[in-house]
């Protein structure tokens, strides 16, 4: 996992000098990790590093999060995953450049078309959220699989929970 | 309640041809009130033909429930000159089936076939009826669509066609059947859902739902030429498509505009218009036979029931009021009735309705059943269930009595449509 997190962090280190060279120069203001870097180098390097980190990729932060959960036949956004969607709307409204997929998803209970329907609603609820907190419509888009894609194949409350979902799936 | 294992075998006869692949056995719980006592003799000519035919038509008449089979017991007529009357009326036997059959020089095969009335010692059917080589089924369906016919006063459905799809793991296929669930013809594979196959009125084409692009669109297929074309594939989910009985029309059920709403389109997608405008999920449509009105699923009281409103558009009235939800509806060839799904205490049961009295009845004892349609002759519902951990097919008889389940090979069969008379 360490490893993981490490390579990430150098990955995102080398794309951002890849693409931001003419930025390099407005980038001062990291003046007081350069300071902290004279007592103690590995520190400040590595805050340099979680500043230039996309914080998409920080599994650390709310935005790891990219599951919403709801109770049955229920299609708004529960109050517990609320700070969730508002994270993922800043972020989108401070990246124009990423886009990001809803996937609404259901239990297997109700008829199939019935659950394909729900689940654009869960999905078209989470982007009027995610709109409402800045992203820009182009950022965005819904579908439904209705209960064809389940990720937990049993017939019982401990599946279906994890069935009725709305996925926040960001383009590559 | 009588139990009946029941494993069709004559497809073991036929397993150098394509029809071989669906090994279906088939369950068949109850009985009708009264049963027909009928003997089918073997035909003669060729005999390897003739016990082929022979198992498709007394397992077409087994499986309606309103027959009993009287075993010839070694007599075995095969022209009414041979028949001795008072063999089979020591039977019990009400009708006899005897006949010959041949395949001819250009592989057709030919059944000549009578049915004689036992106890009025007259004959009722004498007709000859032939397919084209290999199609054994299809001759013992037509058969035993005849004695149906004859003997209920009501137009057999042995020879019609069902649609469904078959789950396997990740891979889906889209599957046309005979009405027994032989003769299996793969429609559509791909690792990408399925969903709601829909007949055209005249079996020519199917529509459905596909998710290929990504997302819910509605496609509708040749069966004959199989080209395709998708036909609604705008943002969101595009689905539940739906054929106006004159099949100039689909009925089709799309977000573009918001949530599930209900449009009408011409069948190449062309000409659209939105005629539900209620905000709420508006799904699965289904034509009135005279295709004024449609039935359709909606959750605008707060819970999934059954709605109807004018095709023209117009305000929908309520028809479902039960505890729990409602889902799926579909009319009886009558008009008389629609069929639905009831979830109930966490039990999903088909059930049916009378439209003048607003009686509903459970056709089922309840578990995993989904998605009913009745037959083109209204005798029967097909719906998809549940059995030993795996999604089947099952039929039950429309008032209840006779229940089937047919297992299809592997995988879950889901969706189930029964298609119209050809």
Same mark, same amino acid.
């Not at chain 2, 739906?242 to 100039?248: C, L």
């Not at chain 2, 305000?315 to 799926?328: I, K, V």
């Given at each position: ?172 | ?106 592989? /057709? ?51 019609? /066609? ?261």
């Amino acid at each position: 996992m360490k490893k993981l997190v490490i390579s990430i962090v150098l990955v995102n280190l080398l794309a951002a000098c890849a693409s931001q060279k003419p930025n390099e120069t407005t980038a001062v203001p990291a003046a007081p990790a350069t300071s902290a870097a004279a007592t103690a180098p590995a520190t400040a390097s590595a805050v340099a590093a979680k500043t230039a980190v996309d914080p998409l990729n920080d599994p650390t932060s709310i935005l790891a999060g990219r599951s919403v959960y709801y109770p049955f036949d229920v299609a708004a956004v529960q109050d517990a995953d609320k700070p969730l969607v508002q994270a993922h709307a800043e972020y989108l409204s401070k990246n124009a450049a990423r886009n990001v997929r809803l996937e609404g998803n259901c239990d297997e209970r109700g008829s199939n078309e019935y659950n394909l329907a729900l689940g654009q609603r869960r999905a078209d609820g989470v982007m009027k959220m995610l709109e409402l907190g800045g992203a820009k419509a182009a950022q965005l888009d819904s579908v439904s699989y209705g209960e064809e894609k389940p990720k937990a194949t049993g017939h019982e409350e401990s599946s279906w929970s994890q069935n009725r979902r709305t996925d926040l799936n960001y383009a590559k | 309640m009588q139990k009946i294992l029941f494993t069709v075998l004559g497809v073991l006869m036929l397993l150098h041809t394509s029809m071989a692949r669906a090994a279906l056995s088939i369950e068949i719980i109850g009985a009708g009130e009264h049963q027909i006592p009928v003997s089918i003799v073997p035909f003669g000519g060729d005999e390897k033909l003739g016990l082929a035919i022979n198992e498709v038509v007394t397992g077409d008449l087994l499986r309606s429930g309103l027959f009993r089979l009287v075993d010839p017991a070694g007599k075995s007529p095969h022209e009414v000159a041979e028949v001795h009357y008072p063999d089979w009326q020591v039977r019990g036997t009400e009708a006899l089936a005897i006949g010959t059959v041949s395949t001819q020089a250009d592989g /057709r095969i030919v059944a000549r076939f009578r049915m004689l009335d036992v106890v009025k010692q007259v004959e009722l059917i004498g007709q000859a009826v032939s397919a084209g080589d290999g199609q054994i089924r299809a001759v013992g369906h037509r058969i035993a669509d005849l004695i149906y016919e004859k003997l209920t006063g009501n137009k057999g459905v042995f020879s019609t /066609r069902i649609a469904y799809v078959n789950r396997q793991g990740k891979m889906f296929s889209l599957i046309v059947a005979d009405s027994d669930g032989h003769n299996e013809q793969i429609v559509l594979k791909q690792n990408e859902p399925i969903m709601s196959p829909s007949w055209s009125p005249d079996g020519s084409h199917l529509a459905y739902v596909s998710f290929e692009t990504g997302h819910a669109a509605v496609f509708v297929q040749s069966l004959y030429t199989h080209q395709r074309k998708a036909v609604a594939n705008f943002r969101g989910s595009n689905s539940a498509p739906a054929w106006s009985p004159d099949g100039k029309q689909l009925a089709v059920v799309m977000t573009r505009d918001g949530s599930s709403q209900i449009y009408l389109m011409r069948p190449d997608g062309g000409d659209i218009r939105r005629i539900s405008f209620s905000g709420a999920i508006d799904t699965e449509p289904n034509f009135s036979p005279d295709g004024l009105s449609l039935l359709f699923t909606s959750d605008r009281g707060g819970s999934a029931q059954v709605y109807r409103m004018p095709v023209a558009g117009g305000a929908a009235q309520r028809l479902t009021f039960a505890a729990g939800s409602s889902y799926s509806p579909r009319h009886s060839p009558d008009g008389k009735s629609f069929v639905f799904t009831h979830l109930s205490g966490g039990r999903f049961y088909i059930s049916v309705q009378d439209f003048q009295t607003g009686q509903m009845e459970a056709l089922t004892e309840g578990g995993w059943e989904k998605k009913p349609s009745f037959a083109p002759n209204g005798k029967l519902i097909l719906f998809a269930s549940e059995a030993r951990g795996r999604g089947i097919l099952a039929t039950v008889s429309s008032d209840g009595r006779v229940k089937q389940h047919m297992f299809t090979q592997s995988g879950d069969a889901r969706e189930p449509v029964w298609g119209p008379h050809l």
